[in-house]
């Protein structure tokens, strides 16, 4: 187990590699100039040029052929992405080129927040998608199945985007229940912990706090968590309708069993293995999904960072948020691998 | 009118029509409540748009009317608005009902140009991948793929040499040495390639200068190392399904907003963004079909009988991957209806005045908080119905194309 998992560490080191190399390469080809967007249009020439070269966008991408003609070794090898990759090793992000902050730590403070809340909607998910399927598939056929599994439906066929708006239009402008947007009312303060809003002001008993943060947490959490849940209600039912005609299963009844424990102890525990793949897949894409959630909601994370740094050619804002997500990623599916072998003792890793 | 000759003497299972596996597709298909009504919604989705696009002009470039501005729906004229406007205005005063059903028309648009890149693109990649990570390759196949690989990694010195020609050379020692019997050569063969590689590299270069060539002349080595290894199949399928695997650690609407960013906005290069982020899903379903029916007697019987690959691949392969690509195909459909609209919302879509839904929502989605509530719910509503039915659709066919699978 060990050796299988260094060996598939070992195997990401290619996977992220390349996506350094592709984030970097668009980003690059993306036409407009950063120093330009940093200084305005009407900067003088000298000042953009300047720019460029503390930034070292006046290097060569990858490397320096002409600086290699002269036999400079060092110049050879000094060009953007492989500065990029030497800073990247040492752990320092770079700075924002608009904010002029750290983008590491402008990363620590957004990263619970887009965790929240990909967390929380995944909850939601998992908590009512799982009890659906199962109901459906116990009750197959009958009007419970055919109602959750066109809700199901629909929900997989839900552009949040638009769900979001719509919850906006009903909770907030007609209704009045809920705010509109942000993550915490301006004017709570709450000590830091974790950075989990949730977890912090249970931990120090600041009761507003924790109410409001749930209130701004609900919008968001709904529009994110449709997908996944209308995608795990369908796998565990027709996850758990493959298993429900297994032998085993006709045994236990034969045995007399309880219904409910055919279900939960016998059924269940089998037939979780295809939704555990589904929900590590889907975390996955919250956070995605994440950037047009955080978009419509101002929710201070990641996602929406990032887009407006795409929008705004801010490179390392773009690099590491990019990076962190798509490593987050990839950890989550390398932990859905390991989690098959806790599960399913037939599986081995070798 | 002529009579049909009828024929007493046949038993009745002879008269019986022919089954095939098409029609017994389309009897189960149109068996299940879900799936016509999956039907019904992409049949009207389609009807509506093209005969709209046809015979209803619409010219979104001139439709503005500021004394119409954000009406709501009126089913009646009325001395306030002397038109008929069942889905109401928008900020500028045009028809939503008129622009929704327009907008259909950039959807299915998208929706078809972004499915046919990544089918094409990722479903030739998967197919080689998974044909020849499980069947050798002929001597020919073989000297092309190393051919291929010298050309490739050659770039990296001819680029730094600025002499094309190196990539050239190094794709001719490739193909020669591929084609070479070498194995009694023994381990002298590594440096005999190291020494080539060397050669190839280095030389050319040295009209850059003696630096360039030294640099040219090691990496020279190591690709010629590298081609020494007795490549195959495998070797391919790995390289590319790593690179997919490179594109889906990317979440994909984050890698459509850069290559939108990349290439400029509009709808044209939002489909090949949504196409291009879709490729991984086809290249990887397309290789795992194709891994399973190589393994098929029939396939066994068509190489015994001598068949060339190219013939295996198209006439005995291929057909059979075509049920699960009819399913995903329809599922993209609807996916890229959304990913339209997710990218025209953000305004990377579609350019305004264009109709899209997406693009609707993103223009006006402000005056959500003044009570426009049918602005956005009325093209929110249509992207979703389209996608309900593709989705509706291709479930369908999943389970109308493979009867294993239905319960």
């Not at chain 1, 190399?21 to 000298?46: K, T």
């Amino acid at each position: 187990m060990t050796r299988y998992i260094v060996r598939r560490l070992i195997s990401l080191i290619p996977t992220l590699l390349g996506v350094t190399v592709v984030v970097f390469l668009l980003l690059r080809l993306i036409p407009g100039d950063p120093a330009v967007a940093m200084l305005g249009e009407h900067a003088s020439q000298e000042n953009v040029q300047r720019i460029r070269e503390q930034l070292g966008l006046n290097r060569p991408l990858f490397l320096d052929r002409e600086a290699l003609k002269q036999g400079d070794l060092k110049g050879f090898l000094d060009s953007q992405y492989l500065r990029f990759l030497g800073r990247l090793v040492q752990g320092d992000l770079g700075a924002s080129i608009h904010r002029r902050i750290p983008v590491a730590q402008e990363l620590s403070q957004r990263f619970p927040a887009t965790v929240e809340l990909a967390l929380a909607a995944m909850a939601v998910a998992i908590l009512l998608g799982i009890p659906i399927g199962i109901l459906s598939a116990a009750r197959r056929n009958t009007w419970i199945d055919s109602l959750s599994m066109v809700g199901a439906l629909i929900g997989v066929s839900m552009p949040i985007f638009w769900l979001g708006l719509m919850e906006i239009m009903l909770f907030a402008v007609i209704l009045n229940w809920l705010p509109i947007g942000g993550r915490l009312d301006h004017a709570i303060e709450v000590r830091r912990i974790t950075g989990l809003l949730l977890i912090d002001t249970l931990v120090t008993g600041q009761w507003t706090a924790f109410w409001d943060a749930v209130k701004h947490l609900v919008m968001p959490v709904i529009a994110l968590a449709t997908i996944p849940l209308a995608i795990i209600a369908r796998m565990t039912r027709a996850s758990m309708l493959e298993v429900l005609q297994e032998d085993y299963i006709r045994t236990a009844r034969a045995k007399g069993l309880h219904q409910r424990l055919v279900l939960f102890r016998h059924a269940l525990k089998n037939a979780l293995l295809p939704v555990i793949t589904i929900i590590g897949l889907q975390t996955g894409n919250l956070l995605a999904g994440a950037i047009l959630t955080e978009t419509i909601f101002a929710w201070p994370g990641i996602g929406k960072w990032v887009y407006d740094a795409i929008i705004g050619r801010d490179y390392p804002v773009v690099q590491g948020g990019t990076l962190l997500i798509a490593l987050v990623f990839v950890l989550v599916n390398l932990l859905v691998d390991l989690s098959y072998a806790t599960l399913d003792p037939r599986i081995h890793y070798e | 009118m002529v009579e049909a000759p009828r024929r007493p003497d046949l038993p009745e299972f002879a008269l019986r029509r022919r089954r095939t596996l098409w029609g017994d597709a389309w009897r189960r298909l149109i068996a299940s409540p879900t799936a016509r009504l999956g039907m019904a919604i992409v049949v009207i989705f389609i009807l509506t748009t093209v005969l709209a696009h046809f015979f209803w002009p619409y010219n979104p470039k001139t439709d503005l009317d500021y004394t119409l501005k954000l009406k709501p729906p009126n089913l009646r004229p009325t001395a306030e608005i002397p038109s008929i406007h069942p889905f109401g205005t928008d900020k500028l005063g045009r028809d939503i009902f008129r622009r929704v059903i327009h907008g259909g028309w950039n959807s299915l648009r998208v929706g078809i140009i972004s499915v046919g890149i990544a089918l094409v693109v990722g479903g030739l990649l998967g197919l080689l991948a998974g044909f020849y990570e499980s069947i050798p390759m002929t001597p020919g196949e073989r000297r092309g793929l190393t051919a291929g690989v010298g050309l490739l990694l050659g770039f990296i010195p001819a680029w730094l040499a600025d002499q094309p020609i190196l990539a050239v050379l190094f794709a001719i020692v490739g193909s020669v040495g591929a084609g070479l019997s070498l194995s009694r050569l023994g381990h002298w063969r590594w440096l005999l390639f190291a020494g080539s590689g060397a050669l190839v590299g280095g030389v050319p270069a040295l009209w850059v200068s003696p630096y360039t060539a030294i640099v040219c002349g090691l990496l020279g080595a190591i690709i010629g190392v590298f081609i020494a290894f007795p490549l195959s199949g495998s070797l391919f399928s790995n390289l590319v399904m790593r690179l997919m695997d490179i594109i889906l650690a990317f979440p994909s609407i984050l890698l459509a907003i850069a290559i939108v960013a990349f290439l400029g906005p509009g709808l044209d290069r939002a489909m090949i963004a949504i196409g291009f982020v879709g490729i991984p899903t086809y290249a990887r379903l397309m290789r795992a079909t194709v891994l399973s029916l190589v393994q098929r007697d029939y396939v066994l019987a068509a190489q015994a009988v001598g068949s060339g690959h190219a013939r295996i691949l198209f006439r005995h392969i291929l057909p059979n991957t075509l049920s699960p690509i009819i399913v995903q195909s329809t599922l993209g459909l609807g996916s890229a209806i959304i990913w339209a609209g997710a990218l025209g919302f953000l305004g990377l879509g579609a350019i305004p005045p264009e109709p899209e839904w997406g693009a609707m929502l993103g223009d006006s989605y402000r005056f959500l908080a003044s009570g426009a509530w049918w602005a956005v719910t009325f093209p929110g509503i249509a992207i979703m119905l389209s996608v309900l039915g593709f989705n509706l659709l291709g479930d369908g066919l999943r389970d109308a194309l493979d009867p294993r699978l239905t319960r």
